[in-house]
């Protein structure tokens, strides 16, 4: 923890909002899986690309959602985690578009 | 033709911005953390937000019934996972454009988009209503 402990206890709470959107991204990813591993091998491709996915957002997230309370998100950090969920709606729409 | 190339510039900058962070804090000054941690956690609302409209999409896909209209249950679960990315991706270009205000103590950008968001999942409300209401009275 910083010296001066902020009365808004803002690390916490952002430290608890990258956590929230760590539990989302999984439970989407269980979701996707689900929908995946009932469309044959193109599928279970998706599937694996998905949880692929999935380990490189929590990779991601990891340092900020146990971080010291250090006030400096890396830009690249914020926009590989937003393209990574961008990505997991992408094998979505493939996993419809395939299942129709 | 130079308006069209110039707008595939722009968008090009932005997006080379996404990951340049010494392109960010090349402008103004540091701003009082607590403001950058803000801004942080309005991003990771938005990127949940996101993923609550994927989740949606990917849930309408195998656990709704089938619906009177042919292939209206896969539009509603594509529309749905579209709009979830869209939002992810808009989450960082909103993120960025905050940062650089506050770090030159301007007004922060002012946006259409939770708007136009909040209309389109009403009016997708409403059409999966009238689509309920249809099957149930004609089926």
């Known amino acids: 923890m910083t010296a001066a402990r902020d009365p808004g206890l803002q690390p916490e709470r952002t430290r608890l909002a990258w956590r929230r959107t760590m539990l989302a991204v999984t439970v989407v990813t269980i979701l996707a899986g689900r929908l995946g591993l009932t469309g044959g091998r ?16 929590i990779t991601l ?8 309370g250090v006030p400096d998100p890396s830009v690249r950090t914020l926009s590989a985690v937003g393209l990574c969920i961008a990505g997991l709606a992408l ?3 493939v996993l419809v578009v395939c299942g129709v | 033709m130079p308006s069209s190339h110039r707008i595939i510039t722009t968008v090009w900058q932005r997006i080379r911005n996404w990951f340049d962070p010494d392109e960010l804090r090349s402008v103004g000054t540091t701003p009082d953390y607590r403001f950058s941690l803000a801004n942080e956690r309005t991003f990771l609302a938005w990127l949940r937000t996101g993923l609550a409209l994927v989740g949606g999409g990917l849930a309408a896909a195998q656990f709704l019934p089938a619906l009177p209209l042919r292939h209206l249950r896969e539009a509603i679960s594509i529309a749905l996972l579209l709009l979830g990315g869209a939002v992810a991706i808009r989450a960082i270009d909103h993120w960025a454009r905050v940062d650089r205000a506050i770090r ?5 950008p002012a946006s259409r988009f939770p708007a136009v968001l909040a209309v389109v999942v009403g009016l997708g409300a409403l059409l999966l209503v009238v689509a309920v209401l249809a099957g149930a009275l004609g089926g």
């Open chain 2, 104 to 108: 030159l103590d301007r007004e922060l």
């Open chain 1, 61 to 68: 997230c990891w340092p900020r959602a146990v971080g010291t």
């Open chain 1, 42 to 57: 193109v599928g279970a491709l998706l599937t694996a690309l998905a949880i692929l996915g999935w380990g490189a957002t």
């Open chain 1, 91 to 93: 094998i979505g729409v």
